[in-house]
């Protein structure tokens, strides 16, 4: 059963900071989305990353995915305070014909 | 293009009473999903649509059944509706390239039950 994992859950930075978020997941998968979602509202999607090694940029946030180590990276770049909202990996379980189990969330609070 | 529409967006219910969520997008995707989110605990997928006239179970489908009415819609019905199933509903599709691509999601409904 595919478990997705994401660290920390709770992120509180200064603007201008840098910052990594982790998404592990426990089966094998080569297809792997970020989104965001903002307070009371739906999801945003950022980044498919569709295949090992693949990295991807929008602004001030890169993500990055390592299938070998089953792990996908969203890095924060000089963080703003328009970043704050709550980011979701979410990975292909491929054990299924279309089935996608989203992590649990990072809430991340860019301070001025 | 209005993407993923969703009524209603909020709904309250009284224990035992029944429901359907509607769910419509006009992107021509082929895979539709109905997902609850209740904090702390991400989204979890309660039924999916691969494709017109098939449906299969996500994580947590008890209480649910879905009906994939067409390409275009995909509802949501509680039968019964329990506290349990307080919840915010999102509904999303998406088009499907050796895989599922990325999801375009619905507004949501934030669903009370008394």
């Known amino acids: 059963e595919l478990k997705v994992e994401q660290n920390p859950l709770f992120l509180s930075m200064q603007e201008g900071k840098n910052y990594t978020i982790y998404c592990n997941y426990s089966t094998t998968s080569d297809r792997l989305y970020w989104y965001r979602q903002d307070p009371g509202k739906s999801l945003e999607s950022l980044f498919v990353l569709l295949s090992n090694g693949a990295v991807k940029q929008e602004g001030r946030l890169m993500a990055s995915l390592d299938t070998k180590a089953r792990l996908s990276t969203l890095h924060i770049t000089a963080a703003v305070h328009d970043l704050s909202a709550t980011y979701f990996c979410?990975?292909?379980?491929?054990?299924?014909?279309?089935?996608?189990?989203f992590g649990p969330g990072t809430s991340l609070s860019v301070i001025p | 293009n209005a993407g993923v529409t969703q009524t209603p967006k909020f709904q309250v219910l009284k224990t035992g009473q029944s429901m359907t969520l509607q769910c419509a997008q006009d992107m021509n995707h082929n895979s539709m999903y109905w997902y609850r989110q209740d904090p702390g605990m991400g989204l979890r997928l309660i039924y999916y649509s691969a494709s017109e006239g098939t449906t299969d179970k996500g994580e947590v489908p008890n209480g649910y059944n879905v009906s994939r009415l067409n390409k275009r819609e995909f509802s949501l019905r509680l039968e019964s509706a329990a506290p349990s199933q307080t919840s915010v509903y999102f509904c999303?599709?998406?088009?499907?390239?050796?895989?599922?691509?990325?999801?375009?999601f619905g507004p949501g409904t934030r669903l009370t039950v008394l």
């Open positions: 999303a599709s998406s088009s499907w390239t050796a895989g599922p691509d990325t999801q375009y």
């Open positions: 979410a990975v292909d379980g491929r054990t299924s014909y279309d089935k996608v189990i």
